[in-house]
């Protein structure tokens, strides 16, 4: 059964657990929300998925997640995809409530350190790196 619960309660809900992890809160901003995408187009190279992963767990994601102006970060990796799909390995979201925020994280030591692990990491690769910002409504 879909939940009755007030929607803005549950966002209040979710932003108190995440503050209560350590998490950045989210500000109310109309109801909508930034979301900067990382998309790997390609492939990892052959044998080097397990430290693909791992480096991206170990190196990276602890990094990502001290990002100055983020509200959070996931990781999403490719499972299946429609046959005329690009090759999409994988893809981070960055929740951000505001460009200002964005850009917070683009001058950030942070993400200075993250961009040269993220070049580390893409000598596992064989693609592409690209980004686009996406603005969600909620």
């Not at 979201?93 to 993400?111: G, K, L, N, V």
Request: with cysteine; hydrophobic share 40%; charged share 30%.
């Amino acid at each position: 059964a879909p939940s009755r619960e007030n929607p803005r309660r549950q966002r209040v809900l979710a932003q108190v657990s995440s503050q209560a992890a350590g998490e950045i809160p989210v500000e109310e901003q109309g109801g909508s929300m930034l979301i900067r995408c990382a998309f790997f187009e390609g492939r990892v190279r052959d044998g080097q998925e397990a430290a693909f992963d791992s480096f991206v767990e170990q190196q990276l994601l602890p990094l990502w997640r001290r990002f100055p102006g983020s509200a959070g970060v996931r990781v999403l990796r490719h499972v299946a995809a429609d046959q005329a799909a690009p090759p999409i390995h994988m893809m981070l979201e960055f929740d951000y409530p505001s460009q200002a925020d964005i850009e917070r994280t683009m001058a950030s030591p942070e993400r200075t350190e993250a961009r040269a692990k993220t070049q580390e990491l893409l000598s596992m690769f064989d693609g592409r790196l690209y980004h686009v910002v996406f603005e969600r409504k909620d």
